[in-house]
């Protein structure tokens, strides 16, 4: 042993020696030694990487779900993109609290979050604090988006590289809501949406970057089978999408710049399929990252809340009231008596009333409730009576609208 130190202290002394005299010997150690520091420096760094990722993957796959965020977006001061007769702030809340309630319905031991549950304006960065705060397992922005009157259909954002024009002009605009928020400049100067930095994001969010696209694909599919135009899984840099620590998908329900899907949208009866869809997505995600086989189901309010409210705007056997007042929805005027049950009605359940000598045609009734009569009245132009509007009644006789509405007021 002591040999051996001795030994050692000798060969250390007579390497130190050649190594003082040696220059391109003293140039080599230091080359190697600054050549394994690196490779050292790199493995270790790879292993704490590979530890980190794996860690987060294993979080993400054992625990399942448990906190879901919902983003409804714009609000408040933001009504988002609009049509004629709604906004982007309006459709997106319904649709986003539908999709909250079924959640909570079916699995109350998932916690659902909603960045804004009323008509309120929150600061895009914001949102990403709630969702990564709350710790939250998937983070759904729902949207509606805006171009020219023919775009049409749905499509489902993740965090990414835009590949065309439109997908830059999508992000554009809905990153554009920044300018309603003070000091947006200092807030978004760490958000850097070069496509470099963008890939760099990626790659860091690459373990969720993978489930994001898995749900969005899934979110398509079911819009797809309630016959929406699929414009399937796109990319790029959302503002919103940009910090969050979770898998994350940003929905552009449909166009409210085309007249069609605007009806569509505006009706509540499509506002729940849309949330319908949303959730059996959401099914199917969770099923297969928990690694549970599990049958996806309508939301369980799905089917009596779309009867309740068919009923609510397809109702004609309201009795009516003395000097109360009623909307309804005209669709047709006829010289001559039509029966009930005529083909040119649709199958839509009207009910008939004379007035200066013609027969005319009504389905609906709303107790004082002229917002729901102008949905419907959407409804049955969108069924293909261009020319439907809306009537005021009071004790069975038609009055002017101004007079009804006037009395509505009191
Ligand atoms: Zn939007």
Not at 43 to 51: D, E
Not at 125 to 149: P, S, V
Not at 202 to 217: G, R, T
Not at 309 to 321: A, F, G, M, P
Request: aromatic share 10%; with cysteine.
């Amino acid at each position: 042993m002591r040999y051996g130190i001795f030994f050692a202290q000798d060969e250390l002394v007579n390497l130190y020696n050649v190594y003082k005299t040696d220059a391109k010997l003293k140039n080599y150690i230091i080359v190697w030694s600054f050549k394994l520091k690196t490779v050292l420096f790199i493995f270790l760094l790879l292993t704490v990487n590979n530890l980190n990722s794996q860690e987060g993957l294993d979080d993400a796959l054992s625990d399942g779900i448990k906190t879901v965020v919902i983003d409804p977006g714009h609000g408040g001061k933001d009504p988002g993109c609009h049509g004629a007769i709604t906004n982007e702030k309006k459709v997106v809340l319904e649709i986003g609290l539908k999709l909250g309630e079924y959640i909570k319905e079916k699995y109350p031991e998932i916690e659902v979050i909603y960045t804004r549950d009323t008509d309120v304006f929150v600061e895009l960065d914001e949102r990403a604090k709630i969702a990564n705060e709350n710790k939250a397992d998937l983070f759904i922005c729902i949207h509606a988006n805006a171009a020219g009157a023919s775009a049409h259909g749905a499509e489902t954002y993740v965090l990414g590289l835009h590949r065309t024009e439109s997908q830059q002009k999508v992000a554009e605009r809905e990153n554009d809501i920044i300018h309603f928020e003070e000091n947006s400049e200092e807030k978004y100067k760490d958000f850097d949406l070069s496509p470099d930095a963008i890939i760099a994001k990626q790659l860091q969010l690459s373990v969720f970057l993978d489930q994001s696209i898995n749900f969005a694909s899934k979110v398509q599919s079911q819009f797809k089978s309630i016959g929406r135009y699929d414009r399937g899984v796109k990319q790029a840099g959302f503002l919103v999408l940009y910090k969050t620590t979770m898998p994350s998908v940003l929905i552009e329900t449909g166009f409210l710049t085309n007249k069609k899907e605007e009806n569509f949208l505006d009706d509540p009866v499509n506002q729940i399929k849309m949330a319908n869809s949303i959730f059996k997505a959401f099914q199917e995600y969770k099923s297969e990252i928990e690694g549970v086989n599990m049958m996806v189901v309508d939301g369980k309010g799905f089917s009596e809340e779309i009867k309740e409210v068919e009923q609510k705007l397809d109702s004609n056997t309201v009795e009516e009231k003395k000097d109360q007042i009623y909307f309804k929805v005209q669709i047709e005027t006829s010289k001559t008596k039509m029966k009930l049950t005529d083909t040119r009605f649709k199958g839509v359940y009207v009910t008939e009333y004379q007035q200066d000598g013609l027969f005319k045609y009504t389905s609906g009734i709303f107790e004082s409730d002229l917002k729901s009569a102008n949905k419907y009245k959407n409804v049955m132009r969108d069924k293909g009576f261009e020319h439907a509007f809306v009537v005021a009644f009071k004790n069975g006789k038609r009055i002017p609208m101004s007079e009804a509405l006037k009395l509505v007021e009191k």
